[in-house]
C-alpha cells in the first residue's frame, strides 16, 4: 500500500499562483511515476502532469507552459506549481502513484485537494 497526502489547494484570483505538494509513503520503490490529475464540475478525471522516476515530465496541452511538476526522491513527494491560473482550471486535484513498468494507470491516489479560481 502507498498512501498519499496533498496539500496546497485553495482560492486564489485570474492571474495567480498556487503549488500543489503530494507526499508518498508506504511500499515505494525506486522506479515509481507520480503525477497530478484534475476533475472539474461535470468533466471526467483528466492527467495534468507526470514525472517518471527519471525526472522525464509530460504536461497536457491546457497546461503546458504554466504548470511546473517536479519530485524530490529523498523526500518521497511531488509538487505542481500553476501560473497564470484561470477559471478553467477550478477542479480537485489528485496526486496519483503508478509503479513504472506495469500498467500506465495509477495505482494509488491522494484524497484530493480543491483549486478554485475567481474570475
Known amino acids: 500500500q502507498v498512501q498519499l497526502v496533498e496539500s496546497g489547494g485553495g482560492l486564489v484570483q485570474t492571474g495567480g499562483s498556487l503549488r500543489l505538494s503530494c507526499a508518498a509513503s508506504?511500499?515505494?520503490?525506486?522506479?515509481?511515476?507520480m503525477g497530478w490529475y484534475r476533475q472539474g464540475p461535470g468533466n471526467q478525471r483528466e492527467l495534468v502532469a507526470s514525472?517518471?522516476?527519471?525526472?522525464?515530465?509530460n504536461y497536457a496541452d491546457s497546461v503546458r507552459g504554466r504548470f511546473t511538476i517536479s519530485r524530490d526522491n529523498t523526500r518521497n513527494a511531488v509538487y505542481l506549481q500553476m501560473n497564470s491560473l484561470s477559471p478553467e482550471d477550478t477542479a480537485v486535484y489528485y496526486c496519483?502513484?503508478?509503479?513504472?513498468?506495469?500498467?500506465?494507470?495509477?495505482?494509488?491516489w491522494g484524497q484530493g485537494t480543491q483549486v478554485t479560481v475567481s474570475s
Open positions: 508506504g511500499r515505494i520503490f525506486s522506479r515509481n511515476a
Open positions: 514525472i517518471s522516476s527519471g525526472g522525464i515530465s
Open positions: 496519483s502513484f503508478r509503479y513504472e513498468g506495469r500498467t500506465l494507470s495509477p495505482d494509488y
